[in-house]
Structure formats: C-alpha cells, structure tokens
C-alpha cells in the first residue's frame, strides 16, 4: 500500500515538472549563471547555498533531479526520505518547496528559473537529508564544549554528486549511515513503536494496579505495546507475566525483580509517544557521536545510564560503571579533550564541600582533620597545625585555607584522576567506595565521575607508557606518596552528555531515568 501511494505521488510530482521541463531551455552555462547571481540563488529560500553551489560545481553544472532522464534519481531520493521517521528524523524537514509539485501546477512553471529552482531546491533538500542521516539532526545539549569541532568525515556533496554519476543513488543512505551497534537496535526500536502507535483503535494505557496477573488488563495492553508479550499469547500464566515484566524492567534500567514497585509503575506510565521522542532523540545524538570515532578512541559518559563507555570507529573497546553527581550537585555536561593522568592524587576539597560538610565535624574534633588524612593548607600553600585555627570563627563566608586530602587508600580520588579542561572543576577518576559499584542507582558524587576500572582506562591513555599503571598496580595505595603527574600519550576526547536511551551489553535497547529531570520538555 505504501509503495502504491509513493509511486502515485512522485508520478504527480513529475508529469507537473517534466511537461515544462520538456521545453525548457536548461544549458550548463545557464545554471552556472543562475547559481552564480546572488539575488537569483537568495529567491530560492534555501539553506546549504555553498554546499549547493559545491554539488553543482562537481556535477559541471547539470541538472540533477529535472528534466525526465533525472527520474531515477528524483524517485530514489523521495523514497528514501519517505523513510525518515523511522530512523528517527522528520520528513517534512526535507520538503522541496519548489513552485509546482503536481499537474494542475503546471502553468505556474512558466520559465527557465523556475525550473532551476526547482531542481535547486530539491538538491538543498537532499543535502540536509543524507547531511542528517551521517551526523543526525541534533547535536547533544553540552553545557561546555572545548572539542570545537566540525563534522565533516563525509563530504555530503561530493558523495551526492559521485552516487548521482555513478547511477547508484540508491546506495548513499545505507553507505552513509553510522555504523555504531546502538544506532541500528534503537533504529528498529523507533520502527516497532511506530508501528504499534499507528495501529487500528491504538490508545495509550496507564496502570493504576500492581497486581502481576493477566486481569490486569492495562499492563498486559502496556507490555504488547512496549513489544514485551504478543497479542497472540494466550497463554499468560503469572508466572510467565512476571518473567515478562523482568524484562521491562531490565528495558528501563531497573532493578529485575519482577514486582510493581512504584518506580516500575512510573516507567511503564510514560506514554510510548513520549519513549518513541526519547529514541529518536538518542539515535540522533549517536549518529553525531559517530563522526567523532573515526581513527580515535573517544571516552563517553552516559549520566543518566551512569555508565562510560570507550568507542573507536564502530568498536566498543572499553565499559565500565559509573558513579555521578547527586541530583543536588549534578554532574555537567560537557565536551573536552584528557590531557594528563595523575597517580596519587590530592583531593583539594571543593570550598563548598569544605565548608558546609567538613566544617561542623572539625569543630567538634579538630583530629578529624588527622583521622581523614586532610591537611589544612594558608593562603601562602603551608601546611597549618589544625589545633592552631579557632574553627568556631570561620564560617561559609570567612574561610581562608584550602582542606587537602592526602594520598593513600582513604583519599576520595583513590589512586588515579583523569584531567581535562572544563569551566566546573569535574575530572574522571578512581575511588575507594567501590561497593557503590554494586547498587543500580548510583547518583552520590558532588559532581565528579568515579570510574570503576580506572587503570584499565589509564592503560589506554598512557599506551606508550604501560609501566606507569603496572607501577601503580604493584605498588598500590601508597600513604602521603607525592602526586606523580604524566602526560597523556593519546589525547582522547571525552563527552559527558546526557542521552535517555542506550544499549546493554546483550544489544537490549535501554531507557534511563531522567535523573536530573533535563527532559521535561520531552513530555509535552
């Protein structure tokens, strides 16, 4: 049915583009001239006009799309723009505008120009297409970017041009899409959705009983529309709808245990139209993360999944857990580049930390000072006796000394930190607390991002210096050992984004908890 009413509208499109173009006088010579002239290109309301002028350019300024011999190339293109929701792009961000589009408009094409831009305008349009299937149509939302960097791994118009002379159009949008392995599973999640929500009488559900039974009407209606059970199943025992909904829970990043937990209640309660925005959003972000693995490792931080991963090229070469920010003290969003690795950290305590969490207790005991392996440093960088300082006369907004944790097994950094350069402070690093490693919520830090396998990271940053992280794990916790700082031999950029759905290491697409409640706008 589909390819019935494609093939109708671009039959339309042509005889109502074709019957002028038919007479049209439309020379190399006349559209070098037309795309050259400034006022004439500005009347075509498009928005890539240098990458326009580039394509034109590489094709010795011929047609593309018009007149009739063009068809394959214009029927290849609108099918494959018709596909744009499912991969989780808006189709209609890709309309021609151009001045006639079926055969009662005919008369409207009265002129050469208007056939140029006709065929301008469609090559604008497919520009932004094959542009957004390589990179996405929305860069994640990063509260600092030090990276600065252009996409730009794929000529768009160059290939356009090679595929369109090549007659094999048809293969740019598959050759051009992204190869990340989330990139595919969260494709086919978008199909399944919209598949389900333009069902025949589709209403979305919400479940008000915690009851796990298949009288439970609306969860067994929330888990065929989440594709958890089939229609078909009639044979839902409690037992196989508790496995069942497992399943869900695993889907949302919750503890599997199979019971209806308000948490579990909420997560299914969020209409599937809001989850299809959330993959789509998210299969975006990743086409763009895609463009900046080629040749080069690239560390990413998930905060809502608390979770890092390290990709090159297509390649997941590194995973591990992570600890982030509270919601109280979120960690930022942010875009950098690591440039040094520090073994035996200090931890210089954050002066809010410092004064609204470490300053009640030293008042009470200036030897938590001593127990906690801190050293109170002066304005002048001197280690100060904390029996010396009246603590009950300093205050949040009198407190002239820097807490300083020195190295050793209690040291909040553990044994190695991960430097980059941000506005807000935060850096990658190691921890003593690796039993929060076990919880799946693990949202504790002030800001900063606790690794679970730091070493295993410093080995891929220091490649030509192995023996530096042999050293430390041989070596180990080391008391008021002097920080040993070594420069990063693969400057590996570092994305810390928050992205609402991922994949599992068995491919099961993911979604996370708006921790920080950054996507209420998803909602509406």
Not at 128 to 141: C, Q, R, S
């Amino acid at each position: 049915m589909k390819r019935r009413i494609l093939e109708k509208v671009v039959a339309l499109l042509l005889a109502g583009l074709w019957s002028f173009a038919a007479f049209s006088q439309i020379t190399p010579e006349r559209l070098r001239q037309f795309i050259s002239d400034t006022k004439l290109i500005d009347k075509t309301g498009i928005r890539h006009t240098s990458l326009v002028k580039e394509f034109y350019t590489r094709l010795n300024y011929q047609t593309a799309w018009l007149p009739e011999e063009n068809q394959p190339n214009l029927t290849i293109f609108i099918r494959a723009k018709t596909l744009s929701g499912e991969l989780g792009l808006t189709e209609k961000d890709y309309q021609f505008n151009y001045p006639a589009c079926n055969s009662s408009d005919t008369a409207r094409l009265q002129n050469s120009n208007d056939s140029l831009t006709a065929d301008i305008r469609m090559t604008d349009a497919a520009i932004h297409f094959y542009n957004d299937i390589a990179y996405g149509n929305t860069k994640p939302a990063l509260e600092y970017d030090g990276l600065k960097q252009k996409q730009g791994y794929r000529d768009i118009p160059a290939l356009l041009t090679e595929y369109i002379s090549g007659k094999k159009l048809h293969l740019l949008m598959p050759d051009l899409s992204p190869a990340l392995p989330e990139i595919k599973a969260i494709e086919n999640k978008i199909q399944r959705f919209r598949k389900t929500l333009s069902e025949p009488g589709f209403k979305e559900v919400v479940i008000s009983s915690g009851k796990i039974s298949k009288t439970n009407i609306p969860l067994v209606s929330k888990l065929h529309q989440l594709g958890i059970i089939y229609t078909g199943n009639k044979d839902l025992s409690d037992s196989l709808l508790k496995q069942q909904l497992k399943e869900v829970q695993r889907q949302f990043n919750l503890q599997a245990d199979g019971i209806l937990r308000s948490n579990t209640l909420r997560n299914l309660n969020i209409p599937l139209s809001v989850r299809l925005k959330q993959l789509n959003l998210s299969v975006n972000y990743y086409r763009w993360l895609y463009s900046l693995t080629q040749n080069r490792a690239v560390i990413v931080v998930n905060i809502p999944a608390a979770f890092l991963k390290v990709y090159r090229n297509k390649e997941i070469i590194l995973a591990m857990l992570m600890i982030m920010g509270k919601k109280s003290t979120p960690t930022p969003t942010l875009a950098s580049v690591v440039n040094e690795v520090i073994l035996y950290p200090y931890w210089h305590v954050p002066y809010s930390i410092a004064t609204k969490e470490l300053l009640p207790s030293i008042r009470k005991n200036p030897g938590y000072i001593n127990s906690g392996n801190f050293q109170v440093l002066n304005s002048a960088g001197n280690i100060v006796n904390p029996y010396s300082v009246n603590w009950y006369a300093l205050s949040k907004d009198s407190f002239p000394y820097t807490i300083r944790q020195s190295t050793g097994c209690d040291n909040s950094l553990g044994l190695l930190k991960l430097n980059f350069v941000n506005p807000f402070g935060v850096y990658l690093h190691d921890t003593p607390a690796k039993s929060l490693f076990k919880l799946n919520k693990r949202f504790f830090s002030h800001g900063c991002m606790r690794m679970e396998k730091p070493n295993e990271l410093g080995h891929l940053i220091l490649r030509n210096n192995p023996i530096a992280i042999d050293t430390l794990e041989q070596k180990g916790c080391l008391r008021n050992q002097s920080p040993i700082t070594v420069h990063a031999d693969e400057h590996m950029p570092v994305i810390v984004w928050y992205n609402p759905a991922g994949m599992d290491s068995t491919g099961r697409v993911v979604f996370y908890e708006d921790v920080y409640e950054k996507f209420a706008w998803i909602k509406k």
